[in-house]
């Protein structure tokens, strides 16, 4: 079934008119070390896109380097105050504080309000260099993102901010190659349900739930 998925997408005029390529270019690369969920996470502001209804235009990505977990906010505003409320309420809130945030040297991320809450939260925040800005994570969901809702604004070009939480949530469901789990498997622990789970026979409910160290070592 999977395999299907795949060539059906493969397929798609519109996915292959405006798809990215996500191949690497040739040279040294310095890889990124984290050790665990939410250690480290990236975080982008990409636009402008058209207008939404609603009156967004730009979206907040923010990516967990470990287990590429993703959320994607619609932002009204690109101000400083507006993204360090959002880092607050929406992120810190709800996983923790990460040890480390990397950025661009945009100027929201320059700001003393989110050098500020940074430095009160004992979060250290790395900016990528200017000529390389590839470094952060976010900015490969970047390019993975603008396709996608490229291919949405053939439908309603000013209602794409409604559909954020389920490409965030397709994105995060995703199997990656390189671990063969999904974003929410590693960050969670388990596979999230999804729609074809509702066509395809479930296998049976175990009542044995995943130990520390075998939920440790699925990380690995």
Not at 180 to 207: C, E, H, K, T, Y
């Amino acid at each position: 079934m999977c395999r299907d998925v795949a060539d059906y997408v493969r397929a798609c005029i519109l996915c292959q008119q405006y798809k990215p390529t996500n191949q690497k270019p040739g040279g040294l690369m310095k890889p990124i070390i984290v050790s665990e969920p939410w250690h480290t996470v990236g975080i982008d502001i990409t636009g402008p896109f058209t207008k939404t209804r609603r009156g967004n235009h730009f979206i907040l990505v923010v990516v967990d380097y470990f287990t590429k977990w993703v959320e994607l906010f619609p932002l009204l505003s690109t101000k400083a105050a507006t993204i360090a409320q959002i880092f607050l309420d929406e992120l810190l809130c709800r996983f923790g504080f990460p040890v480390r945030v990397i950025s661009d040297n945009g100027v929201q991320f320059l700001s003393n309000v989110f050098t500020q809450l940074c430095d009160l939260l004992g979060i250290h925040h790395q900016r990528t260099p200017l000529y390389h800005p590839q470094n952060n994570s976010s900015e490969r969901i970047n390019r993975t993102l603008k396709p996608i809702l490229a291919s949405l604004a053939h439908n309603d070009s000013k209602g794409w901010d409604l559909k954020l939480s389920q490409i965030a949530f397709a994105l995060s469901t995703a199997p990656s190659e390189s671990t063969d789990n999904s974003p929410a498997f590693l960050m969670f622990g388990r596979r999230p349900r999804q729609p074809l789970d509702l066509i395809l026979p479930s296998p049976p409910v175990s009542d044995d739930l995943p130990s520390s160290n075998e939920l440790s070592a699925y990380r690995k």
